[in-house]
């Protein structure tokens, strides 16, 4: 008696492969069929596409590569702020006729809870922490009027640049005499999200001249490109700031101030179903230029090819 199989679910990408409908052209009633499916498509020759659903040329690993898969995550937009305010914006104020740094910090949520209820930022020991900025991720919002992968399943639209060395292009005499062309390797990233993110801010400082220093410092480099020039920049906008607010705690004043910087990002994130899906790197196809040469003599001949 044969044992009972036990039923294998359909995956994600075989369920959306049988809910395309292939489009039937009206003059002829002929179909291209899905084009999901390279052996059920048939509107390439065969010279530009495989035929094969599932094509092993085109999943090549990156182990012993360099050059790892490129990916921008959430942490590393978050990077970027943090970044330019410590080396581009450089908040400073006078305090004690000494000019001190302003520290920036990411609002964990404990920090940015402690701060809306009791109006200020206070240390482990009960301190008030000023001056301080401090700020915090509020919302992410997809883009969808630029461009797109399309599908996550079975992503269709790429961006690729050329690895200067490949290790298949080691230099032997047969590819100089045979004129033989170096294979090339590029490497592959699908379309990002492009998404829109909202950060709060908050300033806290002991007097308001301190506080319209860091107002005017952060308003200047509003409407630029922040981030680490050696890793990734995204546009920023600032459009408001609340009013200074003059705070009395015991017998210490602080003046506070809030505002919101809107970025452009981007972002491919580093997960399996893209790693699955997606195509990483591929080779060009390696060519052997053949040269032909006409005489119209045995005479003409023997002078080419230097021949008494």
Known sequence: MAKNKKPVPKSQ???SNEQVDPYIFPETGESYGNPNIP??????TSEDQSGIDFNRSEKMSFKGDDTKPFTVGLQDIDESILYYFENVIKPTVYQNNIRIPVPIIYGSPERWKSTQKDGYLKDKKGMIMSPIIMFKRDSVEKLRNLGNKIDANTPHLYTSWK???????SYDNFNVLTNRKPVEQFIVNIIPDYVKLTYNCAIQTYYVDQLNKIIEAVNYASDSYWGDPERFKFKTSIDSYDTPLELVVGQDRIAKATFSINMLGHIIPDNIQKEINSIRKYNSKAQVVVTFETSNSIEDLNKKLNRP
Do not use: E
């Open 39 to 44: 052996s059920n498509f048939n509107q390439f």
């Open 13 to 15: 990408r075989q369920i």
């Open 163 to 169: 690895k200067n060395y490949n290790p298949k292009n």
